[in-house]
């Protein structure tokens, strides 16, 4: 297998290689500890960037001259790896090129649980070898099926789709600010598009529909014994069209005819290979939490594009200022409701919340029905300080009582915070 070996290493003989685009937030937030012993462990959705930042990551170290020979990435999803141990990797890479035990070596995998035993595997190289191992999956089964194997020996980097910001700089994209006019098309046009890098750079409907089907079929279908797998598509696309609204399992299950057990347990295979995520009520209630109906997000706008249609830019933003919140680590996000009224995001501890509301359009009344349900919240948690209400292109802010309302464009909101 040696050309095999040489093929997915080309650094070894001084060849350059692709390493995409830089994605500096992650860069910067495994560049310090990249010399600590735990695995470092990197999960997300198929064809998010993941090969393509361990590319990233090994020239950097190539940079701080750590010796090319001393570097091994190889995709274990490769067939012809399919019946090779990591244990086995990493002999045959020392034998390769003579590799004493004292020397420190830097494994990259990619797709690790396509290799035989991984979990097993990883923990004996993590506790008998000096290396620094690096690995990435395609579904948060990745960390479930470690079985405690590998607890306080990883730590858990999660790579999302491109942000906003991201987009600007895949696009290439530096307005000055008398320029600024021009962020709510491109927003929309990010909305539209959505945050795979590939699709980023080359717009394509074939390839957004050929990722669902491969998620589908390799992480959901492949990994689960399904009774109904023929449903998976439909139950996608109503989930999608079901985009910011408190969704009702009761109601898919009878639509697709299947039992709403069967509904729950294929929406967590979404959950698991990064297509959905769910956001619970806001309350101090954990069976509120628990039972009350849930929405459905998607990791990527993009994809509600390709299922749903150009359109519905309101829910889409409503999508992205939740993946924005959750990426930015804001504390206990949910929904707050109570019978029809209901607030977009409520965050933050019960005493002093933050709430914001998504109103994708071009006016701004505070007396307008439309916030009742902002008006409902300030109510039942009137130690509210702050209101965030996210537009299309009004800015303003104003005071109610004691609390500020900041008024402010999607755009501005997802670049300034």
């Given at each position: 297998m040696e050309d095999l070996y040489y093929a997915y290493?080309?650094?070894?003989e001084g060849k350059e290689f692709d390493s995409g685009i830089p994605r500096q937030e992650y860069l910067k937030e495994l560049e310090k500890p990249f010399q600590r012993k735990q695995i470092d462990i990197i999960i997300?959705?198929?064809?998010?960037?993941?090969?393509?930042?361990?590319?990233?990551?090994?020239?950097?170290?190539?940079?701080?001259?750590?010796?090319?020979?001393?570097?091994?990435?190889?995709?274990?999803?490769?067939?012809?790896?399919?019946?090779?141990?990591?244990?086995?990797?990493?002999?045959?890479?020392?034998?390769?090129?003579?590799?004493?035990?004292?020397?420190?070596?830097?494994l990259f995998f990619d797709e690790v649980r396509e290799s035989p035993n991984w979990e097993a595997e990883l923990k004996a190289i993590y506790d008998l070898e000096k290396v620094k191992l690096v690995c990435t999956g395609s579904t948060a089964s990745l960390i479930k099926q470690q079985g405690g194997k590998l607890t306080?020996?990883?730590?858990?980097?999660?790579?999302?789709?491109?942000?906003?910001?991201?987009?600007?700089?895949?696009?290439n994209i530096s307005l000055s600010r008398s320029e600024d006019y021009k962020y709510e098309k491109l927003l929309e046009d990010f909305l539209t598009i959505g945050g795979y890098p590939e699709n980023v750079l080359q717009p394509s409907i074939d390839y957004m529909n050929?990722?669902?089907?491969?998620?589908?079929?390799?992480?959901?279908?492949?990994?689960?014994?399904?009774?109904?797998?023929?449903?998976?598509?439909?139950?996608?696309?109503?989930?999608?069209?079901?985009?910011?609204?408190?969704?009702?399992?009761?109601?898919?299950?009878?639509?697709?005819?299947?039992?709403?057990?069967?509904?729950?347990?294929?929406?967590?295979?979404?959950?698991?290979?990064?297509?959905?995520?769910?956001?619970?009520?806001?309350?101090?209630?954990?069976?509120?939490?628990?039972?009350?109906?849930?929405?459905?997000?998607?990791?990527?706008?993009?994809?509600?594009?390709?299922?749903?249609?150009?359109?519905d830019m309101g829910a889409k933003v409503e999508n992205l200022i939740f993946?924005?919140?959750?990426?930015?680590?804001?504390?206990?996000?949910?929904?707050?409701?109570?019978?029809?009224?209901?607030?977009?995001?409520?965050?933050?501890?019960?005493?002093?919340?933050?709430?914001?509301?998504?109103?994708?359009d071009s006016r701004f009344d505070w007396q307008d029905k439309r916030f009742r349900g902002v008006k409902l919240f300030l109510k039942r948690y009137p130690q509210t300080k702050k209101i965030t209400i996210i537009t299309k292109d009004v800015e303003e802010t104003i005071q109610d009582n004691k609390v500020t309302i900041s008024i402010i464009p999607a755009w501005k909101y997802l670049l300034s915070s």
């Open positions: 290493n080309p650094w070894w997300g959705s198929r064809r998010v960037g993941k090969t393509t930042f361990l590319k990233q990551l090994i020239k950097n170290c190539l940079e701080k001259s750590i010796s090319p020979k001393k570097i091994l990435y190889l995709a274990l999803d490769n067939p012809r790896f399919m019946n090779t141990s990591l244990s086995d990797h990493l002999k045959y890479f020392r034998k390769l090129f003579m590799h004493s035990r004292s020397e420190k070596l830097y306080g020996r990883q730590i858990i980097t999660s790579i999302y789709p491109l942000t906003f910001k991201e987009y600007l700089t895949f696009k050929n990722l669902i089907d491969d998620i589908i079929a390799r992480d959901i279908v492949r990994l689960h014994k399904m009774k109904r797998a023929d449903v998976l598509k439909n139950l996608f696309t109503i989930m999608a069209g079901t985009v910011g609204s408190r969704s009702s399992f009761n109601k898919i299950a009878k639509l697709l005819g299947i039992t709403v057990d069967t509904v729950k347990e294929y929406v967590s295979y979404f959950e698991e290979a990064f297509l959905i995520q769910l956001l619970t009520k806001w309350s101090p209630s954990q069976a509120d939490k628990i039972y009350a109906q849930k929405k459905i997000y998607l990791y990527d706008t993009g994809i509600k594009t390709l299922l749903t249609g150009s359109g993946r924005h919140l959750l990426k930015n680590n804001v504390n206990n996000v949910g929904y707050y409701a109570e019978s029809e009224r209901e607030l977009d995001f409520a965050c933050g501890n019960f005493t002093s919340p933050k709430a914001i509301e998504v109103k994708y």
